[in-house]
């Protein structure tokens, strides 16, 4: 009796998990593909759509408000390419260096601010509203200090991305559930190992959300420095082309130079935020199919 | 490996190493209530390779028992000792790290326990073996059903190396099918390792189905009210009625302890 149950208990425990496991039902590669790629598209063309009808309604002179293609037409003008290529590669080498010590920075104050308490309380608050506080409002203060510099253009960039990226850590740290911990120190991670293997791959979720809003600000803030603090000793820069057009009231490099912003931002995030995050979420399970 | 392989030598060595947990006089309050505290005057020996299952109605302060005895928490009072080293601990929870792969959560307690790079791939697939879940190295938690991770939990546990597995009520969240299953592995894996278990639950069937010695707590304070041999041949099951009959009769004492708190 005892012996035909034993084999039973097996060949059932087999059943059961040949049972649970539930068999990958996702779509095609290329169906995802389009799922995903389409809607954005479709979004854009009816916005250059629409915007082409009100140019097309003239309820404004068109030296006002240029057309998608008059725009076109002036980024593709054989002086321009060069001035804002070299205005893109300023402004990308000064958001890289920028938004590259923001990471350095907010990620040692993070981890600081999560591991002591003491510092949280005192400190948090602080770190919280610089947070809320547009980091263009120290553009002024920058340039008396350290006059029309890149150093000016660095602290505005570190000011507006270094806090919510030490607030990002803080909260991932903050929302490691405990029981991992116990379980760390169980199989015997002490001091720099609990760190490594347990703490830091817990908070990463709450961190890169905080790296992809860093980066968001530190975009930002670099545009409104660039915009602000102008000298042709800083070299080229998107703001200042943005600024040049405004000053010669040109006003299709101006819609250009907003578009080209616009697309860098949501490019990085597209390029290295996105796929990122998808990959924690679905590797941790967090998110369906 | 000693823990694991249960071969001649190991036995002779489990033999000299006659006691694996020892608690002299344990006591336990949190600095919080002032009431009565969770844990009183607690005695307990476990023997090496001894399975022992903790039973008690909630508040009895069996998750701090464990605690106490893998050291995530200090005594009040009196002596925790765990004569045969390290003591692995499993939770209800399969508390696996989500963010690696069923195999890197095994891998990643063989590296903590200080196992040399090269053998922790070997002995990592040896033991998703030994729980029944080959082939599942690259399994994410999250694809794994209840029971699959805590097989892997226990996989885990097993790579601590420990000579004493505390399992904190490492079954409570299974449905009835999936959890006779792994009574059965549990107890083929404990008698092929000749690790020291202490099991604790408030299922008291289950304590009587899986252990050679059933100690009842009781509940603020947390007292060990009795205990009781289970002289019932493995294999069980649970329908049995032997376990059926002992399970009964520790069910009454337990429900007369649970009396006096509403008087």
Not at chain 1, 147 to 171: C, N, Q, R, W
Not at chain 2, 67 to 95: H, K, T, Y
Request: with cysteine; glycine share 10%; aromatic share 6%.
């Amino acid at each position: 009796m005892a012996s035909d149950t034993d084999v039973e208990l097996s060949t059932l425990g087999a059943g059961l998990d040949a049972l649970e496991i539930q068999s990958p039902q996702g779509k095609a590669r290329w169906r995802k593909v389009v799922g995903s790629v389409l809607p954005p598209v479709i979004g854009l063309l009816s916005l250059l759509l629409l915007w082409d009808l009100v140019v097309a309604a003239q309820l404004k002179p068109g030296y006002l408000l240029p057309g998608p293609g008059d725009v076109w037409d002036e980024l593709t003008q054989d002086w321009t390419p060069d001035l804002i290529g070299q205005a893109i590669w300023g402004s990308i080498r000064r958001a890289a260096i920028g938004y590259g010590s923001s990471i350095v920075i907010g990620t040692l104050l993070g981890l600081a601010l999560g591991q002591s308490k003491l510092l949280r309380k005192t400190y948090g608050p602080l770190l919280s509203g610089l947070q809320s506080l547009p980091s263009v409002a120290w553009v002024p203060v920058m340039i008396i200090w350290f006059g029309i510099t890149p150093s000016t253009i660095y602290a505005v960039v570190l000011l507006g991305a270094v806090p919510s990226i030490a607030i990002g850590l803080m909260d991932g740290l903050d929302r490691v559930p405990p029981i991992y911990l116990s379980v760390g120190r169980n199989l015997g991670a002490r001091g720099l190992d609990s760190i490594r293997f347990v703490l830091l791959p817990a908070a990463l979720p709450g961190y890169v959300s905080g790296l992809k809003q860093g980066w968001a600000f530190s975009w930002r803030s670099l545009m409104a420095a660039e915009l602000i603090a102008i000298s042709p000793a800083l070299g080229p820069g998107i703001g200042q082309v943005l600024d040049l057009a405004s000053n010669t009231l040109n006003m299709k490099l101006a819609f250009g130079i907003i578009i080209v912003i616009l697309l860098i931002g949501v490019g990085i995030n597209l390029i290295f935020f996105a796929p990122l995050e998808r990959r924690l979420l679905r590797t941790r399970g967090l998110t369906r199919s | 490996m000693t823990a694991l392989t249960g071969s001649g030598t190991d036995k002779a060595d489990t033999a000299v190493l006659t006691e694996a947990v020892r608690l002299v006089g344990v006591s336990k309050h949190f600095a919080k209530d002032q009431g009565a505290p969770v844990l009183d005057g607690i005695d307990l020996t476990v023997a090496a390779g001894e399975f022992v299952c903790l039973l008690g109605a909630s508040g009895c302060g069996k998750s701090t028992l464990l605690n106490l005895i893998a050291g995530l928490d200090q005594a009040s009072s009196g002596q925790v000792s765990v004569p045969a080293g390290r003591a692995a601990l499993m939770f209800q929870e399969s508390a696996l790290f989500p963010w690696l792969s069923a195999g890197r959560n095994i891998e990643l307690a063989l590296r903590l326990a200080g196992v040399p790079r090269a053998e922790r791939r070997p002995e990592t697939d040896r033991l998703l073996e030994l729980v029944r879940l080959d082939g599942a190295y690259n399994k994410r938690v999250h694809e794994l059903s209840g029971g699959m991770r805590q097989r892997v939990a226990l996989a885990r546990a097993l790579a601590q190396k420990a000579q004493v597995l505390l399992m904190d009520e490492p079954f409570a969240a299974l449905d009835a099918i999936t959890r006779d299953v792994l009574h059965e592995e549990l107890t083929s894996l404990w008698q092929k390792t000749g690790v020291a278990i202490v099991f604790v639950t408030h299922n008291v069937r289950e304590a009587v189905r899986l252990g050679q010695r059933v100690i009842l707590l009781s509940s603020r304070p947390g007292r060990i009210v009795r205990e009781w041999q289970v002289a019932i041949d493995q294999p069980r099951r649970i329908e049995d009625q032997p376990v059926a009959d002992l399970a009964r009769e520790i069910t009454d004492q337990l429900h007369r302890e649970i009396s006096r708190h509403g008087k």
